[in-house]
């Protein structure tokens, strides 16, 4: 089959497709640094991802973990399970709500998180060493407009 579009179809360009290439980009820096810790502490990226939400904002249920990192709330549920087996998560009912059950980083979590959570620093500073000041700023600004964008999108 050759790559000369069709007439009868509309053309998505995938190498020039924001989502496309924003996807593939953020699967590939989650690789990298799931090879820092997915052996060593038999974590999957699901796994580490709620362990840095949870070291960063405790007391968070598994459904606002969800919105927060935008993973399938299935996922999550899961991988909540795992970390609460694995004796990393501990849960508790909230408050005044006994409806709603909050999650926190076990001691065994937070061993974990301290020092995880370095590594992956270490690996955002050799990513953004390649960028210049000026680049970072951008970066940063496109990031934070893009983010209003999509929840724009979303809400109108």
């Known amino acids: 089959m050759s790559n000369k579009s069709h007439p009868d179809h509309a053309v998505l360009e995938l190498d ?15 690789q990298d640094i799931a090879a820092l810790y997915g052996e060593r502490f038999a974590l999957n990226v ?15 249920s598994a459904t606002e973990v969800a919105e927060r990192t935008a993973m399938d709330k299935v996922a999550v549920s899961r991988a909540v399970t ?9 849960r508790r009912l909230h408050g005044d709500d006994r409806r709603r059950s909050v999650l926190q ?21 050799r990513l953004m060493d390649g960028l210049l000041p000026d680049e970072r700023s951008a970066l ?15 809400d109108g």
């Not at 795992?82 to 501990?90: D, E, I, M, Q, Y």
């Not at 980083?105 to 500073?125: F, I, N, T």
């Open 140 to 154: 940063d600004r496109l990031l934070t407009r893009m983010e209003e964008r999509e929840r724009a999108t979303r």
């Open 16 to 30: 020039r497709f924001l989502p496309y290439r924003l996807s593939v980009l953020s699967n590939r820096i989650s």
């Open 105 to 125: 980083l076990s001691a065994k979590g937070y061993r974990v998180y301290d020092e995880v959570a370095p590594l992956a620093l270490e690996y955002e500073r």
């Open 46 to 60: 699901t796994e580490w991802r709620i362990l840095a939400v949870l070291g960063r904002y405790p007391d968070l």
């Open 82 to 90: 795992s970390l609460l087996g694995s004796g990393r998560l501990k």
